[in-house]
């Protein structure tokens, strides 16, 4: 079976460093940190007091107060990346098929705010139960995909991916294969997520993963960095249009790139921890570039995981040297997670608008914040350190991974009719 070619036709981005797809490229070139002290709940007493948050954003500039209340932070942000998406497409949604136009969607813990509202109101109340009716469709998972398919009539496939940290990757790659197998003409696809919040940044201190770094919490995150400390948290979302390439031609779209193959594996290994040869790592690209049909020399850029852990980016960097052998020192690499922190399961998709742009605009944004070199990476690799680096982009590779082992890959490509 021939399958169905798929280009991305829009995109839209909500980050800590920007709030339109135009705005948080432009600060990931210039070296941008998002990463401040915590505005959204008192933070004196956590042992990380800052994260990556998305700044100046109002729902109600893209909704009315009534719906606004029944939305939890995680949806409101998906619904305004989708929103800019679809207005960058330029589908007139009035003359294509809505049966055969879907949303798949990422997160990795949803309306965790609203989970964590509700308790805290039950906890200080009366004891009686006076839980909101909108407590359950707010938070759960999937719910940022049926208010993006209810705004915009898209009755196809309509659901979310849960993967952690690889859950907007994942969507994608789901998204991808929907379309090539002829399910879908277009499907808005990506990840949202709003975890600055009491529960997530205290779950992830207990778990000693996130960074300590308080006196300066916009170097702290610092992937290959010999002082790093742990991710920063973040949030936000990332939105892409995928649509079968003749239904785009037909239309007369701006196509971006095409999305050329993607993979899906598992560490089976660790419920946090990388597997420490990276096997994992190297099997998923490996099997990106097989469904892509592409050898490793055909790549010009990989859009690492890079969370700035101690053991995620020494493995992460094996595994690249595995995969692409000398290739892997003509190779830009980079982690915009040293800008944006990491925004679990919205990461992926923000980082494919970052490959997308990076093939538009031929240059390499950085990892900033490095300034001690680990005797465990190989700097002999183009990490791409500080500053931005001009070249010609032709495909790129976005690696994203999560806890349970989760590993997923994605190879977008300059677009050739």
């Known amino acids: 079976m021939n399958k169905k070619r798929v280009v991305i036709t829009g995109m839209g981005a909500l980050t800590p460093i920007g709030n339109s797809v135009d705005e948080y490229w432009k600060n990931l070139l210039s070296g941008k940190s998002g990463a401040e002290p915590i505005t959204k709940f008192d933070a004196s007493l956590f042992k990380t007091k800052f994260a990556c948050e998305v700044k100046n954003f109002d729902p109600l500039d893209i909704m009315d107060r009534k719906e606004a209340r029944k939305m939890d932070p995680f949806s409101a942000y998906a619904l305004a990346t989708a929103q800019e998406a679809i207005l960058d497409s330029k589908l007139d949604l009035e003359k294509v098929n809505l049966d055969r136009a879907g949303v798949v969607w990422g997160s990795g813990i949803g309306g965790m705010y609203t989970f964590q509202e509700e308790c805290f109101n039950f906890k200080d109340g009366d004891g009686t139960p006076r839980f909101n009716p909108f407590f359950v469709p707010k938070m759960i998972v999937d719910i940022a995909a049926g208010h993006i ?6 009755r196809g496939p309509n659901y979310v991916t849960v993967s952690a940290c690889a859950s907007s990757t994942n969507a994608i790659i789901d998204a991808l294969m929907l379309i090539q197998l002829g399910k879908s003409d277009f499907i808005v696809t990506g ?66 790139a095409e999305v050329a193959g993607g993979g899906l594996t598992a560490d089976a290994h660790h419920i946090t ?70 925004l679990l399961g919205a990461a992926g998709a923000i980082e494919a608008i970052a490959c997308v742009k990076s093939i538009e605009d031929n240059i390499i944004p950085p990892t900033i914040n490095f300034k001690h070199k680990d005797e465990n990476i190989d700097y002999n690799l183009n990490l791409t350190l500080n500053k931005a680096q001009k070249r010609e982009v032709k495909a790129a590779l976005s690696n994203t991974f999560g806890f349970g082992g989760h590993n997923t890959s994605i190879i977008v490509k300059e677009f050739n009719d």
């Open 149 to 154: 398919s209810i705004k915009y009539g898209l």
């Open 191 to 256: 990840g949202s997520e709003a975890g600055v919040n009491i529960s997530g940044i205290g779950g992830f201190n207990a778990l000693k993963a996130l960074s300590t770094r308080n006196d300066d919490p916009a170097t702290a995150s610092r992937p290959f960095d010999a002082t790093r400390d742990g991710f920063v948290l973040g949030e936000g979302s990332g939105c892409l249009i995928l649509e079968e390439l003749e239904h785009a031609k037909k239309r007369g779209a701006k196509i971006y």
């Open 273 to 342: 921890a990388p597997h420490p040869e990276g096997k994992g790592a190297i099997n998923v690209m490996k099997m990106s570039l097989e469904d892509a049909g592409m050898n490793p020399e055909d790549i010009d850029y990989v859009n690492v995981h890079g969370t700035s852990t101690p053991l995620g980016d020494i493995s992460e960097t094996l595994a690249i040297k595995e995969v692409f052998g000398k290739h892997a020192y003509k190779l830009n690499i980079s982690s915009t997670k040293s800008m944006t922190g990491h």
